[in-house]
């Protein structure tokens, strides 16, 4: 059974940092897109960076270029977003997600097939 858990959320204060992490296990996932979205209050689920297999492509919500960085570790079957200069708009449920098309990064949500529980972070001004 697939499953992705994230972890590394909390309460920071603006222009903080935070890292999440997301691990997945029931397979291997090396051969997949990873990407992090998130949900703040009383809106839509958003795209926020996508890792391609490789690493090699990574592609990022305008809102968080040059702040947040994604990375994977697939010997560990490991996706982490570093997120940095953290501002009040940034909370917000964050979901680490996989895309099982071969060789896709995808920016889109309706493309993922598995999705983890989520990790609030919440940004104080």
């Known amino acids: 059974q697939v499953q992705l858990v994230e972890s590394g959320g909390g309460l920071v204060q603006a222009w903080g940092s935070l890292r999440l992490s997301c691990v997945a296990s029931g397979r291997t996932f090396s051969n997949y897109a990873m990407g992090w979205f998130r949900q703040a209050p009383g809106k839509e689920r958003e795209f926020v960076a996508v890792?391609?297999?490789?690493?090699?492509?990574?592609y990022y919500a305008d809102s968080v270029k040059g702040r947040f960085t994604i990375s994977r570790n697939i010997a560990k079957n490991t996706v982490y977003l570093q997120m940095n200069s953290l501002k009040p708009e940034d909370t917000a449920v964050y979901y680490c997600a996989v895309d099982l098309r071969d060789n896709y990064a995808s920016i889109y949500d309706f493309n993922y097939d598995y999705w983890g529980q989520g990790t609030q972070v919440t940004v104080s001004s």
């Open positions: 890792i391609s297999w490789s690493g090699i492509t990574t």
